[in-house]
Structure formats: structure tokens, C-alpha cells
């Protein structure tokens, strides 16, 4: 840079000294001390190599952009991992719930693959369609399944709730279907303008009607929270009275106090507060919200709850997709859930329909002794130097059939894990003494039961015993 400063200047003060007009004192004269002008282009400090490669790089970075967003990349990951793992197969139970909307989802699917205008045409005269799709979607991580084979399809105005605990997958679900990381199988669509938007053959267009909550806060930190705001509503086609746009869902969501402010001073409770008005605004046809009221104080968290269900209530009737750990937030705001646990659907149906097969009947918690933590651990495989089931086996297995005979035909879940059974017993005409007279006989019977609870059963309870008992699987 120096150099061609240096050459600068010398053409200057070379023209100034000449007198013709050819850029040259000698002007003609062959003598070898002749000064003679310098190209700004070309020779020894000319900046043309320079040009060249800033001509050539943005040409490449285009290129590598434009392959990137068709997502040519992802494509092919998605063929080569699927290729390297045809052969993994899942054998995780399943509710039946669970199977028979996948069978059905694969079903609609298939159909609307074969016959793509004739169930447009079907749909267009029956008001009870799945608006949205997702159908058999699972997900690689280094030859491991994190997403195995998730399916449901959703109206207009549902809510999904999807509960599960830290690392179940529900962030890797969202990537997903919002087409931030590649899809191994499956695939997902939108019913939307007579027309039918996949999530990789008609990407963009399909990204056109969500609306993303992510779990972490990604936010343009230089900007204000009223210039995100606008620049979402722009994005989401929102074209007259944008400003009163913005302004409503800042007082939707409280950040009236700090909306002026840039991004990077806002609070936790405020960037989530934010992440969720840009997910809102310009109302979107789907919402996908995961972990949307983490690290909001209580009275946020119900304001939260106060637009979600204003949302719902709008004329456009989106589908709203959230994830949660709370049981309590998936009660107030969802019509239908789904219990995941390991990437996998493991319950499925409309809020009464959880309930009624989780949430009746009584919860017993049987702890057992200290010395019999590691026999649970191990499981029955351990055996005898005779051949014959270890002392502590023989005695769990023994409180196991006492207690099936105890309330036989009344146990709908049994769950072990680590030093404590789980029963669910699901029998309405059962009174608490009675079950309280029986445990008490069992007690005194098996000297291996330590303490035992018995509760009403609670959504709580059956979520903490899936997500428990699939752990214990897995020690």
C-alpha cells in the first residue's frame, strides 16, 4: 500500500514537470535516465493482481453461499448418512397412541405424495385437515439416533406441547423442522394457500410461515429491541402500519420500558421476552417456541401465557408447537401433548386423553433398602455360584408378585429403577385406607421395604417415571 502511495504521488509530480502532453518529460527521447510513467495497474506496484482476486473471491464466496442456502450440502449428509446406517433399527416400546398416528400420518402422507391434486381438491372443501405434518422424522448424530422416527400432524388453532426433560431432544427436533440441521428421514409439510410446502423441496417458501422461538437467545445485539421487531415484521411481509405492528406486540410482551434500548444491555428475561415477540410478530401460520418462559420470573411467565393464548385465539388460527419441562405450562396452554423422552414419543393425544390414562388412580413409590441399591442395577442377571437367583433377588421377585397379586388387574405401569418401584395402580373404586391397609400388610410381609408413598397420580408423576425408568435402562 505504501508503495503504490510512493507510485501515486511520483505520476503526480511527473506530470506536473512535463511539457507536452504524452505523460512523459522526455517526451520521446531514448536516453536510459529518461523518467517515464507509471501505470496505476500494471508493473511492479500496479494494483491489479489486487483487483483480480477481490473480482475472483466474491465470485467464490457467492457460489459457496448460494450452495449453502439451496442446502445442496444437507442433502447429500442426509443420503450419505442414511446409507451408512440403513441397518440401525429401533426396538424402543411404543404407546399405541404413538402407533397409530404415525401409521396414520405415514398414511396421509403417502397419499398426498401419489395423489397431490386430488387431495388438494379434497381438502379444499373439508375444514378437518392436518394443517401440519411431520412425518417420521429421525436424526443422526455420529451414528446416533437422537430423533427416532417422530410423527403428528396438527390443525389450525392446536397447541402441542411437547414435555420433556434436558436432553430428550427437543432442541434437535426444532433444528429440524426449521430446517437448520439436515433431516436423516422423513419430512414435513404445510397445508397453506390451496397448496402444499415441504421442508426441503420447497424450503424457502416453507420457512415463509414459521415463526422460531429458539431455546438460546440469537439475537442482533447491535440493534434495539424496536428495530428487531421491525425488521421481523418487514421480513414476515408486513407493509402498512408496521410501527403500530411493533408497538402492539412490545406491549404484548412488556418491554416498554427498555424497547429503545440495544439488545446487548437487555436482561435474560427480557432477550427471552424479545425472542418471543420476533417468533409472534407478523403472525406466522406455525409457531415453534421451545423452552420459551426459562428464566422468566412468575409474573412474566403468566403474561407469557396470556399472549400465547391471545395468539391462539387470533382469526388466522396458527399451529403453536412448545416445548417444556413444565408440566404445569403444558396443562395451561396446550389441547394436545406428547411426553418425549430420548427422541422419542412415548405417550401422544389431547390434554384429556393424557390425563385420563396417566393422571387417575394412585401413584406407590416403594423404596427399598440400602444394601439392595446395586441389585436393581445389575437386574436378575446376577446369579448364585449353585446356579439358583441371589438372596436379594429372590426377595424382590417375591414383593414384585405380591404386589401384582395385591392389586391385581388394577397396575397399569410398573417401573424399576435404581432402589425403588413405581406402580401405578389405576382403580377408582379403591379407597385411600384400603390401599393404605394393603401396603402396610406388604411391609410387614417383605423386610426388604424400607418406606413406601402412595399419591394421587399427577401428568408430574407419569413424566418423572418415563423419564426415570428410560434412565435406568440405560445404566
Given at each position: 500500500m505504501?508503495q503504490?502511495?510512493?507510485?501515486?504521488v511520483?505520476?503526480?509530480?511527473?506530470?506536473?514537470?512535463?511539457?507536452?502532453?504524452?505523460?512523459?518529460?522526455c517526451?520521446?527521447?531514448?536516453?536510459e535516465?529518461?523518467?517515464?510513467?507509471?501505470?496505476y495497474?500494471?508493473?511492479?506496484y500496479?494494483?491489479?493482481?489486487?483487483?483480480?482476486?477481490?473480482?475472483?473471491?466474491t465470485?467464490v464466496y457467492?457460489?459457496?453461499?448460494?450452495?449453502?442456502?439451496?442446502?445442496?450440502?444437507?442433502?447429500w449428509?442426509?443420503?450419505?448418512?442414511v446409507?451408512?446406517?440403513?441397518?440401525?433399527?429401533?426396538?424402543e416400546?411404543?404407546?399405541?397412541?404413538?402407533?397409530?398416528?404415525?401409521?396414520?400420518?405415514?398414511?396421509v402422507?403417502?397419499?398426498?405424495?401419489?395423489?397431490?391434486?386430488?387431495m388438494l381438491?379434497?381438502?379444499?372443501?373439508?375444514a378437518?385437515?392436518?394443517?401440519?405434518?411431520?412425518?417420521?422424522?429421525?436424526?443422526?448424530?455420529?451414528?446416533?439416533?437422537?430423533?427416532?422416527?417422530?410423527?403428528?400432524?396438527l390443525?389450525?388453532?392446536?397447541c402441542?406441547?411437547?414435555?420433556?426433560?434436558k436432553g430428550?431432544?427437543?432442541?434437535?427436533?426444532?433444528?429440524?423442522?426449521?430446517?437448520m440441521?439436515?433431516v436423516?428421514?422423513?419430512?414435513?409439510?404445510?397445508?397453506?394457500?390451496?397448496r402444499?410446502?415441504?421442508?426441503?423441496?420447497?424450503?424457502?417458501?416453507?420457512?415463509?410461515?414459521?415463526?422460531?422461538?429458539?431455546q438460546?437467545?440469537t439475537?442482533?445485539?447491535i440493534?434495539?429491541?424496536?428495530?428487531?421487531?421491525?425488521?421481523?415484521?418487514k421480513i414476515?411481509?408486513?407493509t402498512?402500519?408496521?410501527?403500530?405492528?411493533?408497538?402492539k406486540?412490545?406491549?404484548?410482551?412488556?418491554?416498554e420500558?427498555?424497547?429503545d434500548?440495544?439488545?446487548r444491555?437487555?436482561?435474560?428475561?427480557?432477550?427471552r421476552?424479545?425472542?418471543?415477540?420476533?417468533?409472534?410478530?407478523?403472525a406466522?401460520l406455525?409457531v415453534?417456541?421451545?423452552e420459551?418462559?426459562?428464566?422468566?420470573d412468575?409474573?412474566?411467565?403468566?403474561?407469557i401465557?396470556?399472549?400465547?393464548?391471545t395468539?391462539?385465539?387470533?382469526?388466522?388460527?396458527?399451529?403453536?408447537?412448545?416445548?417444556?419441562?413444565?408440566v404445569?405450562?403444558?396443562?395451561?396452554?396446550?389441547?394436545?401433548?406428547?411426553?418425549?423422552?430420548?427422541?422419542?414419543?412415548?405417550s401422544?393425544?389431547?390434554?384429556?386423553?393424557i390425563?385420563?390414562?396417566?393422571?387417575?388412580?394412585f401413584?406407590?413409590?416403594?423404596?427399598?433398602?440400602?444394601?439392595?441399591?446395586?441389585?436393581?442395577?445389575?437386574s436378575?442377571?446376577?446369579?448364585?455360584?449353585?446356579?439358583e437367583?441371589?438372596?436379594?433377588?429372590?426377595?424382590?421377585?417375591?414383593?414384585?408378585?405380591?404386589?401384582?397379586?395385591?392389586?391385581?388387574?388394577?397396575?397399569?405401569?410398573?417401573?424399576?429403577?435404581?432402589?425403588?418401584?413405581?406402580?401405578?395402580v389405576?382403580?377408582r373404586?379403591?379407597?385411600?385406607?384400603?390401599?393404605?391397609?394393603?401396603?402396610?400388610?406388604?411391609?410387614?410381609k417383605?423386610?426388604i421395604?424400607e418406606?413406601y408413598?402412595?399419591?394421587?397420580?399427577?401428568l408430574?408423576?407419569?413424566?418423572?417415571t418415563m423419564?426415570?425408568?428410560?434412565k435406568?435402562?440405560?445404566?
Amino acid at each position: 500500500m505504501f508503495q503504490f502511495s510512493s507510485q501515486a504521488v511520483w505520476n503526480y509530480n511527473l506530470e506536473n514537470r512535463a511539457d507536452c502532453e504524452n505523460n512523459d518529460v522526455c517526451c520521446g527521447d531514448d536516453e536510459e535516465n529518461c523518467e517515464q510513467y507509471q501505470s496505476y495497474y500494471y508493473g511492479q506496484y500496479g494494483i491489479c493482481c489486487q483487483l483480480t482476486a477481490m473480482y475472483i473471491s466474491t465470485l467464490v464466496y457467492f457460489l459457496i453461499m448460494t450452495i449453502l442456502e439451496a442446502k445442496f450440502t444437507s442433502k447429500w449428509s442426509e443420503k450419505r448418512l442414511v446409507y451408512l446406517n440403513k441397518n440401525l433399527t429401533g426396538s424402543e416400546e411404543e404407546n399405541i397412541n404413538v402407533l397409530q398416528e404415525y401409521q396414520r400420518i405415514l398414511n396421509v402422507y403417502t397419499e398426498e405424495q401419489k395423489r397431490p391434486k386430488e387431495m388438494l381438491e379434497m381438502y379444499n372443501t373439508n375444514a378437518n385437515v392436518d394443517f401440519y405434518l411431520v412425518n417420521r422424522v429421525k436424526k443422526m448424530y455420529n451414528l446416533i439416533r437422537v430423533v427416532k422416527g417422530v410423527s403428528f400432524g396438527l390443525n389450525r388453532g392446536d397447541c402441542l406441547g411437547i414435555l420433556g426433560n434436558k436432553g430428550s431432544g427437543k432442541t434437535i427436533m426444532f433444528r429440524v423442522l426449521t430446517g437448520m440441521s439436515p433431516v436423516n428421514t422423513g419430512g414435513a409439510r404445510i397445508y397453506a394457500n390451496d397448496r402444499f410446502y415441504y421442508l426441503y423441496k420447497n424450503y424457502k417458501r416453507y420457512l415463509r410461515f414459521i415463526g422460531f422461538c429458539p431455546q438460546n437467545n440469537t439475537l442482533i445485539e447491535i440493534l434495539t429491541g424496536r428495530e428487531l421487531l421491525h425488521f421481523f415484521a418487514k421480513i414476515r411481509g408486513v407493509t402498512s402500519d408496521t410501527r403500530l405492528e411493533v408497538t402492539k406486540w412490545i406491549n404484548l410482551i412488556g418491554l416498554e420500558d427498555c424497547a429503545d434500548n440495544l439488545c446487548r444491555d437487555y436482561s435474560h428475561g427480557n432477550k427471552r421476552k424479545l425472542s418471543i415477540g420476533i417468533a409472534l410478530v407478523g403472525a406466522p401460520l406455525i409457531v415453534m417456541l421451545d423452552e420459551p418462559t426459562t428464566g422468566l420470573d412468575p409474573i412474566s411467565r403468566k403474561r407469557i401465557w396470556k399472549v400465547i393464548k391471545t395468539v391462539q385465539n387470533q382469526t388466522m388460527k396458527p399451529c403453536i408447537i412448545l416445548s417444556s419441562s413444565n408440566v404445569e405450562e403444558c396443562e395451561a396452554l396446550c389441547n394436545k401433548m406428547v411426553i418425549l423422552v430420548n427422541g422419542q414419543f412415548k405417550s401422544l393425544g389431547t390434554m384429556s386423553n393424557i390425563k385420563e390414562e396417566y393422571a387417575t388412580g394412585f401413584i406407590i413409590k416403594i423404596k427399598l433398602s440400602i444394601h439392595l441399591m446395586s441389585v436393581l442395577k445389575t437386574s436378575t442377571e446376577d446369579i448364585s455360584n449353585n446356579g439358583e437367583p441371589a438372596p436379594d433377588d429372590k426377595a424382590i421377585n417375591l414383593l414384585v408378585n405380591d404386589c401384582r397379586q395385591t392389586f391385581v388387574g388394577c397396575i397399569t405401569r410398573e417401573d424399576k429403577y435404581i432402589g425403588v418401584i413405581n406402580y401405578h395402580v389405576k382403580d377408582r373404586t379403591k379407597k385411600w385406607n384400603d390401599i393404605f391397609k394393603e401396603m402396610k400388610e406388604l411391609k410387614n410381609k417383605h423386610t426388604i421395604i424400607e418406606d413406601y408413598d402412595i399419591s394421587e397420580a399427577t401428568l408430574e408423576d407419569a413424566f418423572v417415571t418415563m423419564s426415570e425408568s428410560n434412565k435406568s435402562r440405560l445404566i
